[in-house]
């Protein structure tokens, strides 16, 4: 308008609705934002599930000074983008759920079903045994197998707490896997609290329900299995990640290994302080 009709800046700028100062001051990307756009680009092709918010997180460390409404800027700005899951509404009475107050202190446990793909045949269905702490969100153990029955779920947990130890109590809902007499004898032998939920109720095991579905979206959907060898290693790769590297949101942002440790350090110097207070007094 100013080159072609021959109209004053003041004039056109007004027509259009346009600064002055915007016109005259052309913006310039700033190497920073640069550096980070391809930052973020690379994360969400790498992270293909993950929203800006746990792009931030991880880019945190590296970036310091960003925040993540720059951060959703740029991400938004280059289009990326996620596909919500769409959230069943289910009728039914719901149960809160009583907190736990400590790591080990209640570990939820449920199934997953997926398929192995056989060239030329039928898919064979696999399952997976998910095991996860309500208190840190750490996954305790995922086992993946063609068949997992009640004595082979006390085997795995046995083997799980030769390392973290034996939880006070366990959540399941009523699979056969979880009420037959293998299980029941194994949570009375080491007089573990046996949590039923009610039948058709999912909801009062939200925990695990909610990392199935983390477990689902995030590696079961982006991998292709040829083999029970194969899906047992991309588990296990996975696995690593969620608890070392992945934040969750509720343990401050943090991966739920890190917020593990950070506790246990907190329960163990408190319980120094109370018994030095007692041999003081």
């Known amino acids: 308008m100013v080159n072609e009709h021959h109209m004053s800046e003041r004039h056109a700028c007004a027509l259009v609705g346009l600064s002055r100062d915007t016109y005259r001051h052309v913006g310039h990307t700033s190497a920073l934002n640069v550096e980070l756009r391809d930052q973020i680009i690379q994360t969400a092709h790498t992270r293909r599930r993950w929203g800006y918010r746990m792009i931030h997180d991880v880019l945190r460390p590296q970036y310091p000074d960003i925040n993540h409404k720059r951060v959703y800027r740029l991400y938004t700005a280059e289009g990326l983008s996620i596909r919500k899951r769409k959230k069943t509404k289910r009728i039914g009475v719901r149960v809160p759920l009583v907190a736990a107050l400590a790591v080990n202190q209640t570990w939820s446990m449920d199934f997953v079903s997926d398929a192995i793909a056989r060239p030329g045949a039928i898919s064979r269905r696999i399952k997976c045994l998910t095991v996860a702490d309500d208190f840190s969100h750490e996954c305790v153990d995922i086992t993946a197998d063609f068949g997992i029955g009640g004595a082979y779920v006390t085997r795995l947990l046995d083997r799980a707490a030769t390392f973290r130890g034996y939880p006070k109590e366990v959540r399941t809902d009523n699979g056969p896997e979880f009420t037959c007499r293998a299980?029941?004898?194994?949570?009375?032998?080491?007089?573990?609290?046996?949590?039923?939920?009610?039948?058709?109720?999912?909801?009062?095991?939200?925990?695990?329900?909610?990392?199935?579905?983390?477990?689902?979206?995030?590696?079961?959907?982006?991998?292709?299995?040829?083999?029970?060898?194969?899906?047992?290693?991309?588990?296990?790769?996975?696995?690593?990640?969620?608890?070392?590297i992945r934040p969750h949101s509720s343990c401050g942002r943090m991966p739920p290994a890190t917020f593990a440790a950070l506790n246990r350090q907190l329960t163990g110097d408190s319980m120094q302080s109370s018994k030095t207070d007692a041999g003081i007094s």
Not at 201 to 229: H, K, M, V
Not at 234 to 240: E, L
């Open 183 to 244: 299980f029941m004898t194994w949570t009375q032998k080491y007089g573990i609290k046996h949590i039923l939920i009610e039948p058709g109720s999912p909801t009062q095991n939200a925990y695990i329900e909610s990392f199935n579905g983390t477990f689902r979206d995030e590696c079961l959907d982006e991998n292709w299995f040829e083999s029970l060898e194969q899906t047992r290693q991309i588990i296990a790769t996975w696995r690593i990640d969620y608890n070392e």
